[in-house]
């Protein structure tokens, strides 16, 4: 399978993670069509990316004239067959593989048959997605990091039966968003959370058995170990039932203790604290 030339990318779940990769293809000149389940949704995900380019106008980082270009370029959509003439679809939906898979067998009957198809889990096999669909070859992760627009790295990741084209122009198109691509092999966690996730969770067990605060914690690895922010903040930011999801996820794969999320944010997270998006986690937001 030749890979198509990228012009035209659909997005499909239009969260935190989905909006930052729209606003990333809108400022790399991609035409983009974002997919949400309600125009309520589609709407607070337009305003969300209006809102940073806005900012990035503010601080003199980009023309106003680039701003009104970019926005021109999005477009958002409740229904899928929108995203037919997409040449790569980059799904960041919900992280349940059942939902992925009826998602890529719908993209399957919708999409041109070179069409590539790209994954933004954080933590399920892209090989078990790609198996969803008659055309492994085109399915490739495309895994960023939140906030997206902000964190330069994504992992594109091969799948067992990813081709060559899919993996080098999913690369491109990381590269023409700005970011610095990594090529990895599908195994759990792919690269960064097969590392953080069990660090996240070693230093939530610490505040139990140091007895220390979130602000203290977070003041420890902020302040002597040099992390740009706190685990506290940070497992709040990537939202506290992300987080449990990708940690059960590792465990249920590797069988390392360190992966299993603490009993501590398992509570959290049944008690509906998910952090940032639910106003409370380990801090209270605005
Ligand atoms: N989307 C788009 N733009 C955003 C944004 C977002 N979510 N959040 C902030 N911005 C923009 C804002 O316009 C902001 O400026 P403003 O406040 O003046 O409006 C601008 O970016 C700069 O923001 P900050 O001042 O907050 O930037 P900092 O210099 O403080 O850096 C940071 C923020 C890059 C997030 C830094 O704190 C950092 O690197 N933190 C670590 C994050 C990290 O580790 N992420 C990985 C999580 S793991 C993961 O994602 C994997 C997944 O699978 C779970």
Redesign the pocket.
Known sequence: MGAPEIRRVGVVGLG??G??IA?LAVEAGYETVGREVSDELGGKAYD??A??LQ??V??GQMAAGERESALALLATTTDVSDLARCDLVIEAIVEDLDAKLELFRELESIVRPDAILATNT??LSVTEIAAAVSTPERVVGM?????????PLVEIVRAERSSDDAVEAAFEVGSRMGKKPIRCHDTPGFV??RV??PLLNDCLRVLDEARVTPEDLDTAMTAGAG???GPCT?VD???ID??VH?SEALYEKLREPRMAPPPRIVAMKNAGLLGRKSGRGFYTYE
């Open positions: 935190a993670m909006a930052g606003q969300r990316i809102h940073f900012r990035k503010d601080k954080s933590a895994h960023f990091f939140n906030p997206a627009p902000l964190m960064v959370n953080l996730i992390w740009p922010m940070l930011l990537v939202g992300v987080h990708a």
